[in-house]
């Protein structure tokens, strides 16, 4: 159960980053890897300390502790003072009016969640998210910078952020992994077997659920410390994780209009396609907002090739399935990945790939899409709602 706190309280012995217990594996180390820079804040206990002394939230919950006993936290801007639905979505959208779950929120405002590092060997989108709220709590990012645009477009919405998901991950994973080559990033991500020290792969670390830990040396940052894949804990009925479930219950009881699920990967940054089961009315909004953020990125220089749009009345195919489906089911909201690059240049390009031509990202480029695609998002979500809470809306028996 989700622990709330007022804004600017602490937290007791047992919930604070002091309680963790040890990790089973001895964190990645890179020789010879670059230090970050001062803003690039991403470990466990930078993420603790920020949220416990966020003041300007007006709520602030951990929603669940991972596996090794660290806090998972959401911070809230905005008017949350409102009384827990009195129907799911799932009634709710079956009912007289859709305002039977979503209420008579005052003003309005849409409630946008933005969450970061479910694998937590991906540390650039946790970086933004840290950087953002130290944007909206002093005015000003890590690097002394302000954002006027992006701090109005979140004062125009009810805010959300959970700035590392998977923080067990997180804990044995490298700050960042810019400039190393592919091989270790995939042995850093998805972790090496004991047997053949032979790396376990994206797509072979799909082939277990949980990854079986006995047989490791290590499990990547991209599972918790149980070996599971949070992002794909999504079979219904069959939940696995603290942090999923979390998750699930943040969005279905602020009720959720809009999910930014943080990321990164081996190539340009870019928002994915919507996942494969969904409304298609929702499927087909969230295909338009990709399209826009990704001409964003385009736009700023950071993704290469120029988007291609979604055809009239297209919907994804192929897509994934995963946690944003169950976030769609649970409060009807557009749920959408966005996938920041690593820096893929020189010897970290996938040596089978012709996906990008080569780029080297600075590190301040390696987190401009958050704010990049925060601001189309949000911007698309004010010209047009993400869902209808119109009391005008009335279905007959």
């Known amino acids: 159960m989700a622990a709330a706190l007022a804004a600017g309280g602490s937290l007791d012995a047992a919930s604070s980053a002091g309680g963790v217990k040890p990790p089973r594996f001895k964190p990645f180390e890179i020789p010879d890897l670059e230090p970050r820079p001062d803003f690039w804040k991403s470990r466990p206990d930078e993420i603790v300390a920020l949220c416990e002394r966020a003041k300007r939230c007006s709520r602030k919950e951990v929603i669940c502790h991972t596996p090794l006993g660290y806090p998972v936290y959401a911070l809230f801007y905005g008017d949350f003072s409102d009384a827990p639905p009195q129907t799911n979505w799932s009634a709710g959208k079956a009912s007289t009016t859709y305002r039977e779950y979503y209420g008579r929120r005052q003003g309005g405002r849409p ?221 009807g909201c557009i749920a959408l990945t966005l996938e920041c690059s690593v820096s893929f240049a020189g010897p970290w390009k996938h040596p089978k790939s012709t996906k990008d031509p080569e780029r080297k990202y600075t590190f301040e480029e390696l987190v401009a899409p958050v704010g990049t695609v925060l601001k189309e998002y949000l911007k698309d979500g004010l010209e047009r709602p993400f869902v209808d809470r119109g009391p005008e809306t009335v279905f007959g028996d």
């Open 111 to 331: 409630t946008c969640y933005f969450f970061a590092g479910d694998h937590g060997a991906e540390p650039e989108t946790v970086v933004g998210a840290m950087n953002l709220i130290q944007m909206l709590e002093t005015g000003r990012d890590f690097r002394g910078e302000s954002d006027p645009e992006l701090l109005d477009l979140v004062s125009k919405y009810r805010f959300i952020i959970t700035p590392c998901v998977n923080m067990d991950g997180r804990s044995i994973s490298p700050d960042h992994l810019r400039g190393v080559d592919w091989v270790t990033f995939r042995h850093a991500s998805q972790g090496t077997w004991a047997a053949d020290g032979s790396r376990i792969g994206w797509r072979g670390s799909k082939a277990w659920f949980p990854l079986p830990l006995d047989k490791v040396s290590y499990p990547g940052g991209y599972p918790n410390a149980d070996g599971y894949n949070i992002m794909h804990d999504a079979c219904p009925g069959d939940l696995r994780t603290a942090e999923a479930k979390a998750l699930l219950n943040v969005a279905a009881r602020w009720r959720v209009d809009a999910v930014l699920n943080g990321h990164s990967y081996e190539h340009a940054p870019t928002v994915l396609v919507p996942t494969g089961i969904d409304y298609p009315e929702k499927a087909m909004r969230g295909l338009a907002i990709r399209h826009r953020c990704n001409m964003a990125l385009h736009e700023r220089g950071l993704l290469p090739k120029r988007p291609v749009p979604p055809a009239q009345g297209e919907l994804p195919k192929g897509a994934g399935i995963n946690i944003n489906n169950l976030l769609s089911l649970a409060s």
